[in-house]
């Protein structure tokens, strides 16, 4: 199925949108593990119209994350439109994505994210204006609906494709779910089967053959991965090698994974202003990164105390210096691996 840009893969990997988590530090990071699309975290129509300096610098990305799409959110047709045509113009992402799942009460109370699922004709109207005002590719991601009563993937993802976004993702939830139940993923078989466009596959993979599996079940052009990149960009490159017919690559050892964390890190001090806040705001990253390590409730007590990046070296190094007190720090516990990248979460 082909994309309306620019992406090598057959099956192209996708980071979600993740808001708070999918920023460009841990977006080009991705992509070195073998990510092919990333998306920005959801941004206000009205904060990217204003010019908001935090908005705008969760927009910026730098060109090793292209394929990028920036993902914009709000229910007001014209201040959607002018977003995109400012994002269009000033960062000339390779897409224009549109949140219409976030569940979020401040962003549904005003009909932005998912709210939109309950007036079609409003989540048309927003495509068409946003479609109208930028050149670059509009797409959009989705529910299946604002609730049981109103769940319709199929509908909405038509009108959607009506209204004319070139690809569309589904997370096959509703919005009054919001993480709760699993995420059915025959209703993304449904939506590839009804539309002309590349539909988008997300929800509940956790592991390398969680995404395997809902591709070859579902046929969706594409595999959107969110809380299973906590702690481990490298399901992408393990994806790959599935999809590929390869064995899949060991999940990195002990001393790599604290590598890969503190090139992590690294990008982060590059990429904030405010160190100490980058720091905290560091520690949940931290701690899925020691998930399922030997001795990791002590090891992640110390990270989540943190205040600069200086510490989580030192950290690291005293953890592995005492191998031995942990019985084998080269050895992850396999079942806490499994279950430790999926945490509720609250947001879109
Ligand atoms: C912390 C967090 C933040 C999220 N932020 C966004 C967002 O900004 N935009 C969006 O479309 N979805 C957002 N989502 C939803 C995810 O993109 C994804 O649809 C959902 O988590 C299901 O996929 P998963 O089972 O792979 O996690 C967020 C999810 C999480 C956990």
New binding site residues.
């Given amino acids: 199925m082909k994309f309306p840009f620019p992406v090598s893969a057959d099956v192209p990997l996708y980071l ?6 999918s920023e460009s530090p841990f977006r080009q990071l991705c992509r070195e593990h073998g990510a092919d699309v990333v998306v920005t ?2 941004l206000s129509a009205e904060g990217i119209r204003r010019e908001n300096e935090a908005t705008l610098h969760k927009i910026a990305f730098g060109p090793e994350e292209r394929p990028i799409g920036v ?1 914009i959110f709000g229910a007001d047709p014209i201040a959607m439109g002018e977003a995109a045509r400012f994002v269009s113009d000033v960062f000339q992402p390779e897409f224009i994505d549109i ?1 219409f ?2 569940p979020v009460k401040k962003v549904v109370r005003r009909n932005g994210g998912s709210g939109c699922l309950r007036d079609l004709d409003l989540v048309q109207q927003v495509i068409g204006a946003v479609v109208a005002a930028t050149s670059l590719p509009v797409t959009c ?1 989705i529910r299946s609906g604002w609730n049981e009563e109103m769940r319709d993937p199929v509908s909405i993802a038509l009108r959607c494709q009506d209204a004319g976004v070139r690809a569309i993702a589904l ?1 096959p939830r509703t919005r009054t779910q919001m ?1 709760t139940g699993s ?1 059915r993923w025959e209703e993304i078989a449904a939506v590839v089967q009804a539309l002309d466009i590349p539909v988008i596959g ?4 956790r592991t390398a053959e969680d995404a395997v599996r809902m591709h070859a079940q579902t046929k969706c052009a594409a595999v ?5 990149s906590y702690g481990q960009p490298w399901i992408f490159d393990q994806v790959k090698d599935l999809l590929a017919g390869r064995t899949k690559r060991p999940a990195p050892s002990v001393p790599e994974r604290f590598a890969i964390a503190l090139a992590h890190a690294r990008k982060v001090m590059a990429y904030e202003n405010d160190p100490r806040g980058a720091a905290i705001e560091f520690r949940k990253h931290l701690g899925w990164y020691s998930k399922g390590l030997h001795g990791g409730a002590e090891l992640r007590k110390r990270l989540y105390a943190v205040t600069s990046f200086g510490e989580v070296e030192g950290i690291f190094a005293d953890y592995l210096a005492n191998a031995e007190r942990y019985g084998n720090a080269h050895l992850l516990d396999d079942g806490e691996e499994a279950t430790g990248a999926m945490v509720e ?4």
Avoid: L, S, T, W
Wanted: glycine content about 14%.
């Fill in positions: 979600a949108p993740m808001a708070g988590v975290e959801f993902q949140n799942g976030c991601k997370h993480y995420a997300n929800g509940d993979i959107m991965i969110a809380r299973g979460a609250d947001a879109a």
